[in-house]
């Protein structure tokens, strides 16, 4: 069974699932986040782990066996007691209000963004990668990676044809060079994308179009790195800041979202990140180390109170106030273009290439059910409100 490497800081931050045994005994732990993944299968003799769902249904795991370690919690099982506890061990407090200023805000966030960077370097292996799409969450990344880690290469994605001026690829050209950093530009022909549906949904446990098609950019970026390579991203700053709208085409509103208050929304996504494995099990599949910088300082950006949350320019305003000039004027002015969108000028990418290959929402759940052996029933228990299921007590049949 495949478990991929943990990423543990001096201070206890990380992306960490662990299983560990002693004789009947076994302890299962997961990060705040849930950005690694840690399936089991459980029955009256026996419990395995694994990353990946795949590896327990082709070792002979029924689906109603399989459960998840919940993001933040530590699963306690007894098998000659038959017994089964969930306790909370850790995740993000979300702040409503405070007297606090935004200034202030800022300083702890950028404090604990510059001590994530310097126990980095400690542990990062292999050559070192940024995903830059141009927009201010990857150019954050970027401009800390170069103060804090030296030398890196960026990575940039296109569908090919589609290099085009206010295109992704077109805005991480100008990033690279304001930062004086290499960029290696991955352009993947349409046709391909659709041919690499299957592996998204079988590495990234997930049939959402959302999680599909942002996956679908992470293989192609997976597949031109080499074995061993370690890649930072800018992944988790939206959930934190509840920067997520729908997507809207040809008359088909994609990726909607429930009518909820900023901060309410913000708790609502990040607790999404449970669920889906569209980057770090991607990558991790093509052998590639996956870090989330800014999930290493979820609380700083979860104590942000409310007021400063997804309001017009509030990602823009925070990130001056944290990063400043050091972040190229042009990214502020950029129109926030989704990477999976590819453009802020037209819907294009690989939500446009999956369309086109008709793997709609339907599609996809329908795809995942047959690569899963899964029937409806057991697709709709196993990811509930964000969450993949996971028991609260020993599973009765």
């Not at 609380?299 to 305003?317: C, I, T």
């Not at 008709?358 to 029937?375: I, M, N, P, V």
Request: net charge negative; hydrophobic share 40%; charged share 25%.
């Amino acid at each position: 069974m495949t478990h991929i490497d943990n990423i543990l800081l001096d201070d206890g931050r990380g992306h960490f699932a662990t299983h560990e045994r002693d004789g009947d005994a076994h302890t299962l732990r997961r990060d705040p986040l849930g950005v690694n993944k840690l399936f089991f299968g459980l029955d009256e003799g026996r419990v395995e782990s694994a990353t990946y769902l795949d590896d327990l249904r082709k070792g002979g795991w029924a689906p109603s066996q399989i459960w998840s370690v919940p993001s933040g919690h530590r699963v306690e099982i007894d098998l000659g007691a038959r017994t089964l506890s969930v306790v909370k061990e850790a995740g993000p407090e979300f702040v409503v209000d405070d007297d606090d200023s935004i200034e202030a805000h800022a300083a702890r966030i950028r404090a604990c963004l510059d001590d994530a960077f310097t126990s980095l370097a400690d542990v990062l292996e292999g050559e070192l990668f940024v995903t830059l799409s141009g927009g201010l969450d990857s150019t954050g990344i970027a401009v800390l990676a170069k103060e804090h880690l030296g030398d890196f290469t960026a990575v940039s994605f296109t569908v090919e044809g589609e290099d085009r001026e206010g295109g992704d690829l077109a805005a991480a050209r100008r990033v690279a060079e304001a930062l004086g950093v290499r960029l290696l530009e991955v352009h993947m022909p349409r046709e391909a994308l659709a041919a690499r549906v299957d592996d998204v949904i079988r590495w990234g446990q997930d049939w959402r179009d959302f999680n599909v098609h942002c996956g679908l950019v992470n293989l192609a970026l997976a597949e031109a790195l080499p074995r061993g390579a370690t890649v930072l991203t800018g992944d988790g700053m939206n959930e934190l800041m509840a920067d997520y709208s729908p997507v809207e085409v040809e008359g088909r509103v994609l990726y909607e979202l429930p009518r909820l208050s900023p901060g309410k929304l913000r708790r609502y996504l990040v607790q999404g990140l449970d669920s889906g494995d569209r980057e770090v099990g991607i990558f991790a599949r093509r052998g590639v180390r996956t870090v989330q910088p800014y999930l290493l300082c979820a609380d700083a950006y979860a104590a942000l109170p409310e007021r400063f949350v997804a309001h017009e320019g509030s990602k823009q305003e925070l990130v001056r106030h944290v990063l400043g000039a050091s972040v190229p004027a042009f990214v502020y002015d950029r129109p926030k273009v989704r990477a999976q969108v590819g453009s802020s000028q037209e819907v294009g990418g690989t939500v446009r290439a999956t369309l086109e290959a008709g793997l709609d929402q339907a599609a996809l759940s329908a795809r995942f059910r047959e690569l899963f052996g899964f029937s409806e029933r057991d697709q709709r228990k196993l990811i509930r409100a964000g969450y993949y299921r996971f028991p609260t007590a020993w599973p009765q049949a």
